[in-house]
């Protein structure tokens, strides 16, 4: 069964950065792919960043240059350091991670959270001005 755990939430004050962590297990997949997702009240749940067993990453345009996404394979560890947080960025985060399959929903749009079906139970990010 897989199974996805977040860690490295928090407070912290704007123009600060976190590090957050999601560990995945009970997959053998080669071909896969992992996200990072976030959900504010009231919204809808958006991909924040992607990275594909290929090594190819994706991001939305509101973190482009601030968030880096990157992954520790010994380790089936997923990371995603937030720098020059602003309060927007204000929200649960959620990890994914999907079996890859050419032309799947993951594959072609990372950043839809319908393309993936295991989830991690989110951890919250608060950023205050």
């Known amino acids: 069964q897989v199974r996805v755990v977040e860690s490295g939430g928090g407070s912290v004050q704007a123009g600060g950065s976190r590090r957050r962590a999601c560990a995945a297990s009970?997959?053998?997949?080669?071909?896969?792919?992992r996200a990072w997702f976030r959900q504010a009240p009231g919204k809808k749940r958006e991909g924040v960043a992607a990275?594909?067993?290929?090594?190819?990453?994706t991001y939305v345009d509101s973190v482009q240059g601030r968030f880096t996404i990157s992954k520790d394979n010994a380790k089936s560890s997923l990371y995603l350091q937030m720098n020059s947080l602003k309060p927007e960025d204000t929200a649960m985060y959620y990890c994914a991670i999907q079996f890859r399959i050419p032309g799947s929903r993951c594959d072609v749009v990372p950043l839809d959270p319908t393309g993936y079906n295991y989830w991690g139970q989110g951890t919250q990010v608060s950023v205050s001005s």
């Open positions: 009970g997959y053998t997949w080669k071909n896969y792919c």
């Open positions: 990275l594909r067993s290929d090594g190819t990453t």
